[in-house]
């Protein structure tokens, strides 16, 4: 049972497609069926007219950034609804959104990378990647194996990469919020004003709580 916030992302071929509704209406029966039921929001819903060739997705990008502004989960009919292209859907791993495809519920970013690793017979080069980094650890003094220094070592990495993780999620959030902030400067709000009216749209906040003046100041410092 579906249950949260969502933005629904449809994408036909064709200017044809878009007019006469052939393709997107399916799409959003799919959806639909899909979130019958359970306490759910459709925050907003996006049409793309594009080829699936094609990687550059500016509908996408909105609604990814939609889903990051309301802490929603992107929904899509079908996942070939995306790209065929498996580096594009890897770089859905880096959007800093999670999304559900209605026809594989199950599907998550795990599973679309493998899909893609395997669909673009990606196996080769992730084995290289991973020769070259256990040299460079290994050129950095870390032991390989199963003994404790190794796991302090990878220990440490996890936690590098989480924080560069949380790091660029806050620049991609301050990025999003940036000019949404400063039209409403430019209309004579203060911060606490600007706070207010994140909390009268909906807008998540970075740790899911109320947005104040301190908050607002934060994401117009990680925009610089």
């Not at 493998?114 to 070259?132: D, F, G, H, P, Q």
């Amino acid at each position: 049972m579906a249950e949260g916030k969502f933005v629904a992302y449809y994408r036909v071929s064709t200017e044809k497609q878009g007019r006469s509704g052939l393709g997107l209406e399916a799409q959003q029966k799919a959806v639909r069926d899909y979130l019958n039921g359970g306490s759910w929001d459709l925050c907003s819903e996006i049409i793309e007219v594009e080829s699936g060739k094609n990687s550059e997705r500016p509908k996408l990008q909105e609604a990814l950034m939609l889903c990051r502004l309301y802490g929603a989960t992107l929904i899509i009919a079908k996942l070939d609804r995306l790209s065929r292209d498996a580096h594009f859907l890897l770089g859905l791993e880096k959007a800093g959104a999670d999304f559900v495809a209605a026809d594989m519920p199950s599907a998550n970013r795990v599973t679309v990378r493998i899909m893609a690793v395997l669909a673009e017979e990606e196996r080769n080069m992730i084995s290289e990647r991973t020769k070259a980094a256990l040299a460079a650890a290994k050129a950095r003094g870390v032991r390989l194996g199963g003994d404790r220094g190794n796991l302090q070592a990878v220990g440490h990495d996890g936690r590098r990469i989480a924080a560069e993780r949380r790091r660029a999620d806050a620049e991609a959030r301050a990025h999003d919020l940036a000019p949404q902030i400063k039209q409403l400067q430019a209309q004579g709000l203060s911060l606490r004003g600007i706070a207010s009216q994140f909390e009268e749209r909906g807008y998540k906040t970075p740790r899911g709580g109320k947005w104040t003046a301190t908050q607002v100041s934060r994401v117009l410092r990680n925009c610089r």
